[in-house]
């Protein structure tokens, strides 16, 4: 039985291009959920739109290092080539550290006093548990902050967009 001829058209055509999603698309992402937190009042929708920038942005830094630490194939093995330049500018904001027993595993954890308290607060938001989130005043949504205790924590938004500042510069120092 002779085998089909191969369609190398029709082979391309099965794959979806689109869907493959360029790193940065993460920006765009957080952007998105803090352009909905920045105006959203009620408190419960607010918590779960922070919450949800907070994994969006966990997820830029955890995937930027992905991407460093298997940026090139060698064409005489196949092996992967770590992007050294990517991975030293990731270092100024975050550890990322690959373990040798598990070569395809890469983790990060804040390094910058920024990504130190998103790392530890999307933490206790995913593990332990939901955001405390408090209303300071009558000035909604910039008047939540983080705590219980009126007036205690510091301003949810401002926190949000300093830590969106610092992904941005991170991302413009990988492009350039």
């Not at 959920?33 to 009042?41: D, H, M, N, P, T």
């Not at 000035?139 to 401002?158: E, S, T």
């Amino acid at each position: 039985m002779a085998d089909a001829e191969f369609d190398f058209d029709d082979f391309l055509d099965r794959f979806d291009i689109e869907a493959i999603e360029d790193p940065s698309n993460k920006i765009a992402e957080c952007e998105y959920f803090l352009g909905l937190a920045s105006v959203e009042k009620d408190r419960m929708r607010f918590r779960w739109l922070i919450s949800a920038f907070f994994g969006a942005a966990y997820s830029f830094f955890e995937m930027s290092a992905l991407h460093a630490h298997f940026a090139f194939t060698a064409p005489d093995t196949g092996e992967s080539i770590e992007d050294l330049e990517a991975l030293a500018i990731l270092r100024n904001y975050v550890v990322v550290v690959q373990e040798k027993n598990r070569p395809s595993y890469v983790k990060t954890a804040g390094k910058h006093p920024i990504s130190k308290k998103l790392y530890e607060l999307r933490r206790a938001n995913t593990h332990h548990h939901p955001l405390a989130i408090m209303a300071a005043g009558s000035a909604l949504p910039d008047d939540f902050q983080f705590g219980n205790m009126k007036g205690d924590g510091p301003p949810v938004l401002a926190f949000c967009h300093e830590a969106m500042s610092l992904i941005r510069q991170v991302q413009s120092e990988l492009e350039a």
